[in-house]
């Protein structure tokens, strides 16, 4: 890790927000390396599709606690990290119901679905879903604590690869297109963690006293997509204990990769 963090530094530089560009670049391309399997992959089954959503869902749970909740109370203290939670839920709870999108499980969302193509309800649903996860490592980056950052890049970018495989395998089968348009919704979908990466590292370092409050929200944020996205698409289809068993791996991967890392 050390040697990783002084390449890092030389070839990158120490400003935090050109770090949390790269840091959403890294994500997002390990997202899209996983919608671009859709085009090798030919029979993927529902039930290794919510073993990997299950293990995304245990990697992001495990992070928002070690890489956001508790070091954010060492920062600051409970309760800006408590309110910056429910702001955090807050957030995305609002998208949820203002903007239009759509669920493979709970079908259109928000205000206006019907007058926007259903691929485009499922991009910004799969959207609002990347969200939380490029906030979270611009936001980490921002704080200036690389070996953590870099801890919680990779293991965001891990669990990126099975889901960005099983939003081009679930926008096939929902018949959005054939397999290279699947690939291309799922990386446009994942374009967004760019953006709030850097926005995450940037108003970390512009208003420093909201550390806590940033690490917070990223964690609200990923926490309610766990529980309103990520388990109910996993347990639609009777596969609720293969997708428990990848929550658990995911967690545990999650909990060794902050511990080897640090």
Known sequence: MEFFREWFLVHIGANPVLQGLVGGLVITILNAMGALL???????SQKLLDAALGFAAG???TASFTSLILPGIEYGGVIPVIIGIVLGTIFLDLADHLIPHAHFVMGKEGGGTDRLKAVWLFIIAITLHNMPEGLAVGVRFGSGDLNAAFTLMIAIGLQNVPEGLAVAISSLNAGLGRR????FVGIRAGLVEIPLAVLGAWAVVAMGVILPYAMGFAAGAMLYVISD???PE???KGYERVATLGLMGGALVMLYLDVALA
């Open 234 to 236: 996993t347990h639609r």
């Open 38 to 44: 859709v085009l090798l992959a030919r029979n993927i």
């Open 229 to 231: 996205e990520i388990i």
């Open 59 to 61: 990697v992001m749970l």
């Open 180 to 183: 290279f348009y699947a690939s």
